[in-house]
């Protein structure tokens, strides 16, 4: 670096190389130094060894628990300070550069820079597995108009690229939610609640989170979205058409930044599905590492009574209508009878049921009397 000072005042200079954004932090500086320029007058040449950090020079190694960042560019600032102080409205000069570094795997191994007969033991290693797509559902799920539900969490990321994305996507998410469901009735005939529970996302004081699926007395779907982590209204909105009982249908709820979109599609008439779109002013809050999703009731809302089968959960992944599975797996999901206890079915085996207790009761006290 070629520099010249004339003012008798010591001047800062500082060389810096900044990247915009990591996982943790916004505007990081990996590397700064600096000195100072007195009054001379020749030319000064100064060399400054650049030394990176290591998760920006070299590539990942899972023995050592280093995890190479997939950043390729930064900038280089080159400042002259009016006097000795670092202090942005004291800038003589400024000089930015862009810069690229190597990508992940052009990277050197650590381990071709330092020798250790631990360190530089080869091993072969198979990278974790990442999927984007999540069955939460195999099998049908009975809900029975209760507080009653699959609790679930979804994995953490190990990759790096995927955290990274996973936070800058915070307030514009993209992801899809496809179910299966069979509705006996929208609400238990017991319940005085408002709404039904599909699906919900809480955090850990019971607080609603982004997405919550309800239906209500009338078989309307809807949909609860909040724009940041301490909204306790959030916005909603609910479909024109009902959905059907007594048949199975595939829901599709797919968001894409500040827009959803639901996709309901029954067997008996699986031609005329019922189509539902919304578009916010502003953008949802969606974490899907925080908090817990419920497949029906809560504590704070119950289910419908039905069924719900094959949930999968794609994860940053906005899907159109037609990429959605259009076929429902009847290999392990034979027909399901009503669940409702006024049924002459369910009757049937209640009746069974406490014929089977009585005999099993009077059994118990004449042994007792032995």
Sequence with gaps: IQYKCSSLTPRRISLSINIERTLYRTNLAIFRRYWFCHK????????????????????????????SWPIEEGQ??????????????????KIQYNVRFLPVHKRPSIRSFR??????????????????????????????????????????????????????RFTKPRFSIIF???????????????????????????TYLTPGIFLNREGQIIVNMFGNLYDRMG????????IAKKDWCRMAFIVNEYKWDVYINCLQTWDKPIIATHTSPIYYFFDDQLGTFIVGGSVLTPSFRGFISQLDI??????????????????????????IQKSSECKRHFNSFTQSREQADLFNKRIQQK
């Design 235 to 242: 916005t909603g909105a609910r479909t024109i058409e009902s």
């Design 76 to 93: 280089l600032k080159l400042i002259m300070y009016k006097n000795n102080q670092e202090n942005e409205n004291e800038m003589l000069k």
């Design 314 to 339: 794609y994860r940053r992944i906005a899907l159109t209508y037609e990429q959605l599975p259009k076929k429902l797996n009847h290999s392990f999901m034979p027909y399901l009878p009503s669940i």
């Design 180 to 206: 299966w469901l069979y509705i006996d009735e929208y609400y238990a005939s017991e319940s005085l609640a408002v709404h039904s529970a599909i699906l919900q996302h809480l955090a850990f004081n019971n």
């Design 115 to 168: 020798w250790h007969p631990l360190i530089n033991k080869t091993r072969d290693s198979i990278c974790p597995a990442e999927p984007e797509v999540i069955r939460i559902i195999e099998y049908p799920l009975v809900l029975t108009g209760r507080a009653y539900g699959k609790h679930f969490v979804l994995p953490t990321y190990h990759d790096y690229g995927l955290r990274l994305e996973r936070q800058i």
């Design 40 to 67: 001379s007058p020749n030319v000064q040449l100064r060399y400054v060894r650049v030394q990176l950090h290591r998760s920006i020079a070299y590539r990942s190694d899972s023995e050592l628990k280093l995890v």
